[in-house]
Every structure is written in C-alpha cells, then in structure tokens.
C-alpha cells in the first residue's frame, strides 16, 4: 500500500476511531459466480445474430453445438459436443453427423438431428451480419433445403466445394452453430420472424445454463440447466455485472463482492497481485492490435515508406510499459495458437535505418499524416507512442480520436490515412483472419467489400488472394499450415498492416474459484467447470 | 373568485373556469411547441451524425447487400421531409424505435433506467434540500461572519469539485477500504432480482416489500453517489436560499415583525423563510431537473444504471433511437417539472393568483 | 465625517460626478473596492492571476516538453514520496503513463484551460446577450420565438448537447469550445431579457428614443452597458461549470486530442492509475478544482457587489 | 409629570468606507403622554431616532446614549431578550408604506392576532375576537372578509389601518409613526390620521410622529423637534411655530405653500453648513 492510501485510510479510521469498526469482507454465496465484467456490447441472445464478445460469452454456456472445445484442454481442438461423430464424404463436400443420445433442451425437449437441421438453416435464412460464417461454404437460404437436411439422427451438410474438414468444423464451434429448440422457437415466432425478435431476449438451449435475467449494460444472470447432459454444475447460478472501470472492480473484487474482474489494467492487475486472497491469471486472446496504412494515400503506398513506418514503432517500449502483461508483441496476422501461426518479430524500433529508408524513399524530411483512433485509452496511448517515434524520423502524426462507430465509418469508406485498430477472429480457423487481411480480390470502390481489412486499406493483392483460396481448400493440415506460415512472412514484409500486437487478458480472481477458461484465442468463456 | 372585486385591477373577465381553460391551453401550447423544437433538434443531431446509423446495425463485419437492405428498412432513402415526418409520428405514438445496442424497444430501456436515476436524483435532492436551505438561511442571517464564509466555502466547494474524481476516491475509501457503504451498482450483485419491481426505485419496492435488508444494502449502494449529487444540490440551493433570504431580511415587513417584539428565530422561519418558499420550490425543481440529466459522469464512476449515462454511452455509440429517446423524455421530464414549479408558485404565492 | 482623501482616490470616491464618464468610473471604484474588502474574492483573483502568469511564461517555467516521452521513467511519484527511487531527477510532480512530466503538463494545460474559459466566456454571454436583448426591446412574435428556442435550449440536457454537438462536428478543443458555448447561452439570453424588459419602459429610454436613436442604437449603446455587471457576474460564476464541462468532454475523450496536456483528458487518462499512482490523477483534479474555485470565489463575490437583488443594505 | 421616554444625547453611527457616519448627532428629548412630532428632510435622521428607540438598528450601526429610559429603566443596558417584551407591548412602530411593511404572503388577521399573542397567552380563538375587535375600532366595515385577506388586496389607506390595528393591538405605552401618511392618497391621509390620533389619545399613549411634512406635523402635535443632518436644530411647541428662530425652520417654513397668504414664487431652502456642526438643542 503506497503513501497516499495510507494517508486516507489513516485520517478515515482516526475519524472513525472508536466509532465504527471494520466490517468482515463480503462474500459470494458458494454456489454463485459474480463476474464484472464490460457487457455494454451485448445486443441480441439470439445465437443467429449474437456477434460480441459479452454475447459470445453468454451464448457459449447456453447453447450446445454440434462440435466444441473442451475448456479443460483446447489445444486438443475442436471436439463431439451435440454430434458424437461424423464422417465425411468422398469427395469431400459433405459431413454427416450423428446425433448424441438422450440430450435434452433446457424445456424438456429431446435434441434432435431435426433441432440441428432448424437452426443451421434459420442461420442462413435470416441472414444476420454473423451469416458469412456459415454461407462463406455456399449456403444460401434458397439452397438450404438440399444441403442441410436430417434423417433421423443424423445430419447432412453439403458445401458448394472441397473445403478442409477443419476449416468447415471450426466454423461451426463459432456462436451462430448454437442449436436451438425449434419447437419453443417455433411457438414464439412472430411475422415469420423463426423467433429472432423472441430470442433477443430468450434463449431455448440446451447448454449448461439458461438465461434468467439480462438487463442490458447492468448484469445477465444464468442459472444452471437442470437438464444439460454433462451432469450437476458447481455453481448454481452466474452473475455477469456491468463495470466499466478497472478500479472500480478491483475494489469490488479486493471487498469479495466479486469472484472475477476481467477487465483490469495493468496497474491494477499489479495491485491484485499483491493482495491477499486473489490471483492473476493471464490467457493469451486471439485480437490483434495493428496500423494500417491506406494505400489510396500517395505516400503511404510507397512500399519503402511502408517499411520504413514499420521500423518506427516503439514495440518493446511499449509491451514492457503501459501495455505490460496486457499485449504481447506479435507481428503476424494469425494470433499464437492458430493453426499455421508464426511468431516471427523481425521488426524492431530502429530509427536510423527508417531514415535511411525514408530518404531512398524520397521524404528524408518526413511528411504530414493523419492517424484515427477509436477512443479508448489504450490505442491511444499507443497513438501517442507512435506520434512520438515518429517524429524522431520527421514524420508528423496528427492523431483524431473518435467513437468507434465514427472511426469505423471512415475506415470503411477508406478515407482514412493510418488506421489504429484491433482485429479480432471470427472463428477458430486460420482463414478468418487470412481472409480479411491477405484477401481483396476487387480493389475497386464499386466494390464495396467493406468486410475486408485489405479492402479497407486500398491494398491490391490479386495474386495473394489466390494463395489465400488455395489455403482453404487443402485438406492436409500440415500442409495447409505451411501454406498459411509462407502468406504470412510475405504478408509481414509487403502488406500495409504492421501488426503489433496480441491481446492476453488478465483476469483477477479470488483463490477460491477454480477451472473457469476464458476460451483462449479461439472460443468464449465456459462457466460448468467452475468450482469453488 | 369571490376576492376579485376587491382586487386592485378587478379585471372582469369571462368565467374563471374559461379562464383556465385559456390558461391550460396556453401551457399545453407552450409545452407541446417545445417539445416539437425538442424533437427537432434531437432529429437534426440524429442526422448530422457523421456515423452511418445503418453501419452500427448491421456492424463491422457486414456485406453490402446486407447494408443496402437495412438502410431502405430504415427509410434512409425517403426524403429527409418525409423522415421528419415519421419520427414525429412514432415518438406521439410512443414508439421511439428498437436500441441497437441493447436490442430492446427504447421504450423498455427508459422505463428501466429511468427509475434509477429518479431515485438517485431524489435523494440527493432531499439531501441538498435539508442541508442546503438551512445552511443558506444561516448565511445570509449571519451574514459577513464567519459562519457566512464557512457556509460560502462548502458551497462553492461543492461547485468545483470535478465528481468524476471525488467519486473514484469516495469509492476507494468508504467503500474499498473501510466498506462503510456498499460498491457501485444500485445492489449487492447478490442481491439483485430479489424483489419485484414495482416503481423500479428499488428503496420504495424493497420497502413496499417489508424487506429491510434490500432497503439497507440498497441504501449503503445510494448513499455515497447521492451525497455527491446532493453536496453539488446543496451549493446550488444554499446560494439560492442565501441570496433570497437577504432580500427579504432586507425588507420593511421584517421590522414590521421586529417592532411586533417577535424573536429573531420567528422572525427568519416564519416571516423572511414564509416568503421565500415559493421562490426555493423554482430553484429546487431546477436544482432537480438539472440532477436528472447532470448525473451522467456520477453514473458512470458508480455504474449506476440510469438514464445519464445510458444517453451517453448510447451516443459514444452511435444508437441514435436510444439517444433521441432518452433526450426527448429527459426533455420532457424538465418541461413538466418547470410548468409544475410554476403551478406550485400559483398555488403557494397569494400575489400570484 | 472623517477625512477628505484627495488625488485620483478623491476623484474616484465623489458624491458629484462631473461627468457621466466620471460617475461610471467612480461607480466602478466603488465596486472595486467592496470587492476589495471581500478576502475571499481577492483570494480567487489572485490565484486567477498567478494562472495567468503560469501560462504566459509556461514555456520559460516548463521543466521539459510537455508531450516529451522517457517510457522508462512512467509513473514516477513526486518527489515528496518516500517510495520514490532516489536516482531519478526531476518530476517534481511526477511523471504520467507515457512517461511525461506532469508538472509541465499542467503548466501548458493552464493555456489550454485560459483558451476555453475566454472563448466561451466571449461566445455564450454575447450570443445571450444578442437574443435576451432583441426579444425583450421588440416583444411580440420576436420575443415569443426566441424565448421558445431559448427553452428548447434549456430543456435539452446540457452535456447531451455538447456530445452530440462535438461528435456531429468532430472531437477538438474548438469544437468543445462551441459545444459549450450552445449549450451555455440560453441562461444568459433569459438574464439579459429580464433586465432589458426592466429598462425598456424606463423613462431614460424613452428620452433616448424621442431623441431619435435607432433601434440597434438603443440595444447596443443602452441597454446592453445595463445588462453586463449582472452577465459579468453570472459569467465569473459558470466558469467552474465551463471548466467542469470541457473537463467532462476530455473525459469521455470528446475535448482536447492527444497529446494536448488538457486537465480533463489527464484525468481522464490518470483514472486509470487512481488506486496506486495517484498523483496522475490528482493533480490535473486538485488544478481544475483550484481554478474553479478561485473562479467561484471571484463570481461569488462580485455577486455580493454588482448583483442589486443580495439586498444590500 | 413622569416621561414615559427621556431620551439624552443619542448617536447612531454606521462605519463605512470613509470613516465613521454619525446619522443621529447627539439627539436629546423627552415624551410624555403628549404627541411630539419630528421633522425634517430625509436623511436627517428622524427615522433613525425612531429606530434607535426600539433598538433596531441593524449591524454594523451602532446606538450610543447617555440615558434612553423608558418610564425610567435604562432601554440600552437591556438585553435582547428583554427588548422583545418592550417592542410592540411597550413601543410600537407604524411605518411608512403598508405596501412593504406587511408580510405579503400571510393573511391580514394573522399579523394582527400574531401581535396580539405574543404579548397575551390567549387561545387563537380569542385572539381572532380580539383582531376583529381591533378592525372595527381602525373603521373597517366587514372585518370577517378583511381577515382573510392578504395585503396586496387591500388598498393603501386600508393597508394603514391594518397596520395601526397591528400595532395598537398588545396596548403600547408609546407608539412612534413614521411617515405613516406619506404613501398613501391625500383623500385618505387625514381619515387615517384622524383614526389613530383618536385611538392614541383614547389610551393614553405617547405619540412620536416623525414626518417631513411641517405644516401637518404642527397642525397634529404639541411639541416639534425640527431636525437637520442627524442634529435637533430647534424644538418648539406647535402652537409657536410662526415664533420659530431657527434659520432652517424659518426656511421650511417659508418653502411651504399657504392659501392664506400666497406667494408668487416659493423661497428655495438654504443651508448652512454651519448648522451641522453646531450642539443638538435640548428639549
């Protein structure tokens, strides 16, 4: 404890003195986990629809899939979940899943292969902004009736080409595989709507919890699934609470009030660290933190100030001070624990040799860009880092800093000049990220493949996209990540994005609880192996 | 009314119940026009945003096609005229559209937080109030001594202090260190969904509910955020009571009671504080309205779930419907308690009727 | 009575003006030396004062550029606390997250602060000053128009407005500046109105009217000199909130961009830290608080002088 | 005859900026059960000797005297407490305009009954029976509907005779008028004076009638003290006012207009600085 919290605390008690006495610490019930957690992004239950993280997180301990992770061990990959086994067809385009035995919903109802068929086609149908993960395999709503179908406990699905097995079943642990129970969507459906506006706000799973309460950006509250067929969950009932500070749950968390912070700086992960009764635990996450440079701007397409720029990050300097222990330095596109990842670093601060590059480049006396953030004090102080480099080469940042909808708008409409962001991954598949950031087959404005960081960023890649499509289609998993590994060292020495960073999350906890996983890089929390 | 006749400018005029009707018209007109400038305003800043409403519904991730279809949902592609038009309609009809980031009707949003931040309004106005009007008369009775400068102290202490600060010190202290009061949120996360919202303040539920142990774990979460927004309350109210209080001290009807032989203590409550009460209950309802929507960073350090920072974090993330709705009851909300100040001036002030 | 003083005191405290100009000063001095006599405004005046000296010689008091990064050197505490490591020079008031001196920080903040406090202070009462004037000399339609606009103003939620207002218009300290200058005129239009429906009907401007004076004559050379003490006043009085509210929009990211050293967005910035390396926080706090209480102290004493309603007696 | 008031060498000083102001100069009289009137422009210090009286002079004003007794006891040496129980039931005060010097949002029979029970432990009852007595003997007809009326619905004529029933109601030994007429209409002004003249001599009370009106003053009273800049300058009985020597007497009285002997143009009152500074006659 420093100087000036002892100073408070000594002049609050000597007030106090003889007055009041300390209370005890409060504590959690038993069979209870509180959580705070920012949740402010949470805006539909709907696995169809559910994009977010907080959504994400929610979704994952209610609705079952047919192919999951195992939390206690996901380096394992995906695994049986809802589907005891599957088998894949000749040619490669269809997998058949058989259905688990005696699993229930939540409502009493058996899971079904039918359940299955629904809600992977409802998917399609509704075509919410999470769709391409699925129809990026050719689904559409006017073929699902051919290439998802059921028959009896087993369910088909047909994709348009060969794709790698691992590609399409990673795609299916992401949120929108969540099966639902068709009979109660069904019986709240409402103008056709296959319940969408209902499960907003619902949920019909058949995970290890059902939803109880979600009052958006105060708390959700999930109480255990009495049905669910991995058997009695420790803790009876999941507190999800809305904190937006960092102190602010690190108090809560230091007073019991809370079980888990997981949204802590770094300077309270420190102070946590040395308080009594709570640990740290650090998970390595799939986002990455990048710059990228729009190629529309004349001086930023000139490959030698690309470079250049790469070289003028303070990527040290910063991991070891205000991003410690929160972002670790990784400068390719596929986070650690991808299949196919590199952890190649071959850039570092170098000052000299920027200039040196400037100079062959034309600007050795630097220019004039403009660099937009999103406003969050992180990238910010990432931005100023950047601005302070920078200038050490003659290059002036003027930094914008915006909300994130304002940023967003500007970046797709690629009016931008650098781009401060963060990437997360869609699925567990390589392919997620090497298909935004090494995939923009039209660079034109017409067409408008606002989806793609490439795109964004004005980046014409013809021959890269083909290596990108070649990647997902072999089967062969080493091979494919030998593919993915090539694209990316290429990708770290010519594209516009210096990828800084990985996200690690640090969780503070008390003692006590025991076996939560946050989902690493690849999937969402999982509550059912919590104890206490 | 039968003292008409006696009234210095006896106007005769039509009955008293048509001149009320005018007067009520009037007021109606008055409100509703205000609203309208309200509404306009809230639609124009809804417009010039430069964050694509359709982008925030169909998020980052989103096909064009996708984007095409939302914004003719939208009716993006209507004339702006014809928009207006629509937004006036669905807010009289009480449909300010869907929250994109909560997904519920807006609606539903505000009547959830809306309570919230009543509540904490409320009490913190009763705090400012009971010390506030008390420390002021003392003021401008002791007026130039040092009780008046103390009093003036503390007041514009309250005005100056950045809350956003204060509170994360608050916190730290009564409630990190020493656990005097309870932490942020309106509940123990425990106890929370335990009683049964009826006004949505969940003092009066839990109280409604005999459960007292809610009522105390919600008074230990109110108490700290409330005394913030009361202290802040109490600057406002104390200068105003000063203020009016001198005013009246100053006035001839006080010696009037002072050659009556009155005691100084009757001459300040029941004489000089007897004619300034009608003039404390504007000042209040101000004082009010502006805890309403002024408590938007107190929210955000105590995550408390009102409607402050629900229209500010609904505009940091471009949820337009959210913030339109928000501002227009918020709006509202003020208007009403104005024209209601202004009822109770009629009411309590004998010149004024 | 006592003695006659003599001089320039003499001239200022006369019971006979020999001239308009001279009454005004000497009412002026009057005020002047009430004022004087109330410590507490003279207290805040002072410290008023010494900022503006600060920012005017920032960059000769400035130990270091205030956006100067040692990334090794972040967070380090002021000198007077203990735990700090003895071999580091300079921070007097500590260094923030980026490693910045906070000392020079706040005394280039002190400009920025200066900047927004004069702008609005220039912007919000003029405006006020033009609409509360206009609407009460012509009455009517006029005045029914503009009150109605000056009460949707009031009813919207202040910092909504200036949110909206800054996020319509872009993040940046001039935009902050005319966010709060929107959102701060309306109380000024109503002040200004009320005194100009008090002197419309005066027998003064009913002379200067018969004498043939213009319609922007009368505003501007006769009713708008009565209007300032009771503006200058309530102007002195909402600087803490001016202040407050561009601290607010740094806050929430909306006021000064990076790196610009604006007190809010410190805080802001520091908020962070709060728990363990408090100073970040606290001193661009206890520099806002200091201003907007020598602010208050100001405002309140002029009231105490310029305001006819304090009663005096 | 024993004097309800002697009063001797009375000061009031206000500190200001410039020094000491003196606004009562060494001011010295006694009162009987007679009716004494006060004169004088304003800022003379009549008003002020009133108040000094009942000791309400607010701070930072100070009151200084030699002897201020009241049927002998000394008023200055009294504490707070006790001057309560001296205002109002000892002496009491009318003022000058009833527009300020009743409580505007308090009924009419309430400040009256408020005087009455603060002197007299009665029941409201009996109080209201009291008032309503009172309203009559000040000539108001419907003394039911005036009690319940607030003074801004009362005309000013009336508003004064509210106000002398408020003061006469606790039964004072002395009351002091200040400028009671001036605010009002001169149709009313004698009624009102003619009410409490009669009810004044009616008790037995002593009457300070403070006034600048000379002409009413004497026409009112026995005795005139005629004051200048905080000082008495000549006190005379009414009756001898055309015998006055004083220069600023002779001065008033010049500068009044008289029906009965019409000038053509009325002299403008001269002052002499000297005046100020000479001794406060006694009476």
Known sequence: ??????????????????????????????????????????????????????????????????????????????????????????????????????????????????????????????????????????????????????????????????????????????????????????????????????????????????????????????????????????????????????????????????????????????????????????????????????????????????????????????????????????????????????????????????????????????????????????????????????????????????????????????????????????????????????????????????????????????????????AVIENDRDTRAAMYEALQREHQQVSPFAIMFQKIEQTGRAENVQGLSLGGAITAVSYWNVTK | MALAETSPKGRRKSSPFTRFL?????????????????????????????????????????????????????????????????????????????????GFPVWNDIVRVFPATMELATIGTILGVLIGVPLGVLAAVKRGTWIDQIARVVALIGYSMPVFWIGLIGLLVLYGMLGWIGGPGRLDVFNEDIIPPVTGMILIDSALARDWFIFKDALSHIILPASLLGYYSLAYISRMTRSFMLEQLSSEYITTARVKGMSERAVIWKHAFGNIKVQLITVIALSYAGLLEGSVLTEIIFSWPGIGSYITTSLLSADMNAVMGGTVVVGLV???????????????????K | MSIQPTGLRAWLLTDTPTSRHHARMAAYYQAWLSLKSNHMAMFGLGILLLLVILAAFAPILAPAAPDFQILDLRLTPPVWVSDRDPNIDGFILGSDSLGRDILSRLLYGSRITLYIVALVALIAPIAGLFVGTVAGYTGGWIDIILMRITDIFLAFPRLVLALAFVAALGAGIENAVLAISLTAWPPYARIARAETLTIRNSDYIHAVRLQGAGFIRIITKHIWPLCISSLVVRVTLDMAGIILAAAGLGFLGLGAQPPMAEWGAMISEGRRFILDHWWVATMPGLAIFTVSLAFNLLGDGMRDVLDPKEGKS | MTNLLDVENLWVRFPTRNGIFDAVRGVSFSLGKERLGIVGESGSGKSMTGRAILRLIRKPGMVEADRMDLDGVPLLTRTEKEMRSVRGQKISMIMQDPKFSLNPVMRVGKQISEAYRLHNRVSKAEAKAKTLEMLEAVAIRDV????????????????????????????????????????????????????????????????????????????????????????????????????????????????????????????????????????????
């Not at chain 1, 303070?314 to 952890?343: C, K, R, W």
């Open chain 1, 1 to 470: 404890m420093n100087a000036f919290r002892s100073a408070i605390l000594g002049a609050a008690v000597a007030l106090a003195a003889g007055v009041t006495t300390v209370p005890a610490m409060a504590e959690t019930p038993a069979n209870m986990l509180v959580i705070a957690n920012r949740i402010d992004d949470i805006t539909t239950m709907d696995p169809a629809q559910s994009f977010e993280f907080a959504g994400s997180d929610v979704s994952h301990n209610i609705y079952s899939k047919l192919v999951n992770f195992d939390p206690a061990d996901l380096d394992a990959g995906y695994g049986p979940d809802l589907a005891a086994s599957w088998t894949v067809s000749e040619d490669g385009r269809s997998i058949t899943f058989t259905m688990r035995e005696g699993v229930l919903f939540a409502s009493g109802n058996p899971v079904t292969a039918a359940d299955a068929e629904y809600s992977l086609r409802r998917a399609i149908i509704l075509n919410k902004t999470p769709s391409f993960i699925l129809s990026q395999f050719g689904f559409t709503p006017e073929n699902v009736e051919e290439t998802i179908v059921a028959d009896g406990n087993t369910l088909t699905i047909t994709t348009d080409q060969r794709y790698a097995t691992s590609f399409v079943l990673n795609c299916l642990t992401a949120t929108i595989g969540g099966i639902v129970d068709s009979k109660v969507v069904m019986e709240h459906e409402v103008d056709g709507d296959m319940g969408n506006e209902w499960l907003r706000t619902h949920t019909a799973g058949s995970g290890a919890y059902v939803l109880t309460s979600w009052k958006p950006n105060e708390s959700v509250t999930l109480t255990a699934n009495p049905n669910w067929y991995g058997g009695e969950v420790a803790m009876q009932r999941v507190v999800v609470r809305h904190v937006q500070e960092s102190s602010t749950q690190r108090l809560m968390l230091e007073r019991g009030d809370i079980d888990v912070a997981r949204n802590l700086s770094p300077e309270d992960v420190a102070g946590i660290r040395e308080a009594d009764g709570l640990v740290v635990d650090s998970e390595l996450r799939g986002r990455l933190m990048y710059m990228s440079m729009n190629q529309k701007n004349e001086i930023l397409s000139n490959p030698k100030v690309v470079e250049a720029m790469k070289y003028l990050i303070d990527y040290e300097g910063m991991q070891d001070s205000f991003l410690n222990g929160q972002y670790v330095i990784h400068q390719a596109f596929l986070p650690a624990t991808y299949l196919g990842a590199i952890d190649d670093t071959p850039y570092h601060l170098d000052i000299e040799k920027a200039k040196a590059l400037l100079a062959e480049a034309g600007y050795p006396d630097g220019f004039e860009v403009n660099l937009v953030v999103r406003e969050a004090q992180e990238r910010i102080d990432i931005a100023q880092s950047l601005q302070n480099t920078m200038a050490q080469a003659g290059i002036t940042i003027n930094i914008t800093v915006g909300t994130a909808k304002q940023i967003l708008g500007e970046y797709r409409a690629r009016t931008h000049d650098i781009y401060l962001g963060a990437w997360g991954p869609d699925y567990p598949d390589p392919n997620t990220n090497a298909g935004t950031f090494a995939y923009n087959p039209d660079n034109s404005d017409e067409a408008g493949a606002t989806g793609l960081l490439a795109w964004r960023n004005a980046w014409a890649i013809p021959e890269m996209s083909n290596e990108t499509l070649a």
């Open chain 2, 22 to 102: 005018i007067k009520a018209g009037k007021t109606v007109m008055a409100i509703s026009v205000t609203m309208l400038g309200l509404l306009f305003m809230t639609f124009v800043i809804g417009r010039v945003m430069p964050v694509d409403p359709v982008l925030s519904i169909v998020g980052e991730r989103a096909s064009q096609e996708m984007y095409d279809a939302e914004f003719i949902k939208l009716g993006l592609d209507k004339p702006i005229v014809v928009q207006f038009f629509y937004y006036i309609r669905d807010v009289v009809t009480g449909n300010f559209g869907i929250s994109l980031r909560t």
């Open chain 2, 334 to 352: 003020f208007v009403l308690l104005n024209v209601f100040a202004e009822l109770l001036y009629k009411f309590f002030d004998p010149r004024a």
């Open chain 4, 144 to 283: 039911e509907r005036v009690y319940e009326m607030y003074p801004h619905e009362v005309s000013g004529g009336m508003g004064q005779r509210i106000m002398i029933a408020m003061m006469l109601i606790p039964n004072p030994e002395i009351m002091i008028a200040d400028e009671p007429t001036s605010a009002l209409d001169v149709s009313v002004q004698m009624q009102v004076l003619e009410i409490m003249d009669k009810l004044v001599v009616e008790r037995g009370m002593g009457l300070i009638f403070i006034s600048h009106d000379l002409n009413l003053v004497s026409s009112f009273c026995d005795r005139v003290l005629i004051m200048y800049s905080g000082r008495v300058v000549e006190t005379l009985k009414a009756d001898q006012l055309h015998n006055a020597q004083h220069p600023y007497t002779r001065g008033l009285l010049d500068s009044l207009p008289r029906l009965d002997a019409p000038v053509d143009r009325l002299s403008v009152l001269q002052r002499d600085p000297e005046w100020a500074k000479a001794e406060s006659v006694t009476s």
